[in-house]
């Protein structure tokens, strides 16, 4: 069992940064693959970025590929998603999850989730 807590969201202004943060308890979070999804209002949920669990290997949709950058660190417990150039039709809350494979894009593929973090892009 791992529980997933999100931050860093916030409004900025197109082509502003930000980075986001998952923190996780439990001690075999070190040995997950992580996702990160977004769900817009009126949108299914999407997937964002994904890394597997010892930060060697990322997957990327074509969509935030170039823009965003998923990190972790095993030793903080935690996961993080840089971005870049961001864009209104970024706007979104932003979960975090972990369980599944980094390869799969599917939300049904990761059983733990967080409760998102709002990022909200201004034109």
């Known amino acids: 069992q791992v529980q997933l807590v999100e931050s860093g969201g916030g409004l900025v202004q197109a082509g502003d940064s930000l980075r986001l943060s998952c923190a996780a308890s439990g001690r075999t979070f070190s040995s997950y693959d992580v996702g990160w999804f977004r769900q817009a209002p009126g949108k299914e949920r999407e997937f964002v970025a994904s890394?597997?669990?010892?930060?060697?290997?990322?997957y990327y949709p074509n969509s935030v590929k170039g823009r965003f950058t998923i990190s972790r660190d095993n030793a903080q417990n935690t996961v993080f998603l840089q971005m870049n150039s961001l864009k209104p039709e970024d706007t979104a809350v932003y979960f975090c999850?972990?369980?599944?494979?980094?390869?799969?894009?599917?939300?049904?593929?990761?059983?733990?989730w967080g409760q998102g973090t709002q990022v909200t892009v201004s034109s």
């Open positions: 890394i597997n669990w010892s930060g060697t290997s990322t």
């Open positions: 999850a972990a369980g599944g494979n980094y390869l799969y894009i599917r939300t049904v593929d990761y059983p733990y």
